[in-house]
């Protein structure tokens, strides 16, 4: 019994060197360079390309750099705003965004809600294939992904230059299906059964049940959507040409010609404000959200 307990509650160090003064030091010193360390690492970029926005021309492209504006320009942010066409990017990003946020919730939850509660025919084998793409780099699949909508199978139609293109390749998301299929699996049976006695349909056990009680988990797969489109770069360059029409990171590169550096890194700064706004304000949702379908109900 006592080994038992021993094995369960082992950590790097142990309670006897904690007890110590020196230990406690010790580990109170690494942990401390530790996250300092790994702060930097993560807010040192955010921090440069901030600030990097509030500097003259001359001082962003100084060396050594400087790690405070010596006259901070203000103006710099209005004027990437306007110069680079900010507010149209940003909805054409969004357009694009939810968009491809539409297509995986109705396409995702059918199929994971078809793997975990239907368990139809090699159901386990069709759910590690989708595993299996998420081994394969994204870099991989560019080309026939591009082949693909530049002549659409059975339609022929060629989709460069629409959304379709930006929507359709995000719609079978491997993982958003892996994470639905989790939490549809925590869902008891019994509910499952007791809307089947009343005599609810599948499609109707689903919208009635199984969605209301996956909020949690519908909100985390609903951020993973915007963010993944909203960072992604190669696809929408080279599936949308028209810069009026392009999300944000593609069109602040296509407008970017000709323009001052610090001006450029306001409009980077800006571009990447609401993503970060959107894990500030939800992470909290976020992790309870991965974390909801890891015990059964």
């Known amino acids: 019994m006592a080994a038992s307990f021993t094995s369960q509650n082992r950590t790097l160090i142990s309670p006897a060197a904690l007890s110590r003064p020196r230990g406690r030091l010790v580990y109170r010193i690494v942990l401390t360079v530790v996250i300092v360390v790994f702060t930097l690492v993560f807010l040192g970029p955010l921090y440069w390309m901030a600030t990097g926005g509030f500097k003259s021309a001359q001082e962003v492209v100084a060396n050594p750099p400087t790690f405070f504006p010596h006259h901070p320009k203000p103006g710099n942010y209005h004027t990437a705003w306007s110069q680079l066409q900010i507010a149209r990017l940003l909805f054409n990003t969004l357009y694009y965004a939810f968009g491809a946020l539409a297509f995986q919730l109705v396409f995702d939850v059918a199929a994971a809600y078809a793997i975990s509660k239907l368990r139809p025919v090699l159901g386990k084998l069709i759910l590690g294939a989708m595993l299996a793409t998420l081994m394969i780099p994204a870099t991989v699949l560019i080309v026939p992904q591009y082949m693909t909508v530049l002549d659409l199978p059975v339609l022929h139609v060629n989709l460069i230059g629409t959304p379709w293109a930006i929507w359709l390749p995000t719609v079978a998301n491997g993982f958003n299906i892996f994470l639905l299929k989790r939490f549809f699996d925590s869902i008891p049976e019994d509910l499952m059964h007791a809307a089947a006695i009343d005599g609810a349909s599948p499609l109707r056990t689903l919208w009635s049940i199984v969605l209301p009680m996956s909020r949690p988990i519908l909100g985390v797969v609903s951020i993973f959507a915007v963010v993944n489109v909203w960072k992604d770069f190669l696809w929408p360059m080279l599936v949308e040409p028209d810069p009026k029409k392009q999300p944000?990171?593609?069109?602040?590169?296509?407008?970017?010609?000709?323009?001052?550096?610090?001006?450029?890194?306001?409009?980077?700064?800006?571009?990447?404000?609401?993503?970060?706004?959107?894990f500030l304000l939800f992470q909290r949702n976020i992790m309870s959200g991965l974390t909801a379908g890891s015990l059964k109900g």
């Open 248 to 278: 944000i990171n593609i069109g602040i590169r296509s407008l970017s010609q000709g323009v001052p550096e610090n001006v450029l890194i306001a409009a980077l700064a800006i571009s990447a404000l609401p993503t970060l706004l959107i």
